[in-house]
């Protein structure tokens, strides 16, 4: 299938996005030093969601799946800091993304039955995530970060093409969508 990327970084733009680009599939390395920064748990999520690692699965399981895409769009939201200690904005930010990202996810699954969309950050459908004691309430509907993927997502920005810093004073979320 032929993707409009020009289309698809519109409509991200609109939606309320920073930037947005053509993901550089190569750039999907999946690093097991990725998987170990998230077990120093500095989110206090590993361990204790079902799309974060371990519940996830194994960094091999990743890139299998990952693999069966052949196309993907990255996405940004940037925020502009008063100062490094800026807490509203980053958490304004941060969710501004989650509720971009959720919106295009929707839309994009309305036109492609097959997507694998990956966030910034955990999961946070529930309250209390099920993790490990219960299944997941929402497997169609839950999301794994970039990073639980084991993706050093600086350097796929960068080999991309999309900037990951932005600036002195600014704070970037990053997520993608990868499609067949």
């Not at 120093?40 to 895409?69: F, L, M, T």
Request: glycine fraction near 8%; hydrophobic fraction near 35%.
């Amino acid at each position: 299938m032929k993707y409009n990327t020009d289309q698809f970084i519109q409509e991200a733009v609109d939606l309320g996005f920073s930037q947005a680009g053509e993901l550089n599939t190569k750039a999907l390395i999946f690093m097991p030093e990725v998987r170990e920064m998230c077990a120093v748990d500095r989110c206090g999520h590993y361990g204790k969601n079902w799309r974060c690692p371990p519940g996830c699965g194994s960094i091999e399981d990743a890139a299998a799946e990952a693999a069966q895409y052949s196309y993907g769009i990255i996405v940004q939201t940037i925020g502009l800091m008063e100062d490094d200690f800026d807490y509203e904005t980053i958490q304004d930010t941060g969710e501004k993304h989650k509720s971009n990202f959720a919106s295009l996810v929707d839309r994009l699954r309305a036109r492609y039955s097959d997507m694998l969309p990956l966030g910034a950050g955990t999961c946070s459908l529930c309250e209390t995530c099920a993790y490990p004691g219960a299944p997941c309430r929402f497997p169609d509907k839950s999301i794994s970060s970039m990073e639980a993927y084991g993706l050093w997502v600086s350097k796929v920005c960068e080999l991309s093409g999309i900037p990951y810093n932005n600036g002195k004073g600014t704070i970037t979320y990053t997520s993608c969508y990868l499609l067949k």
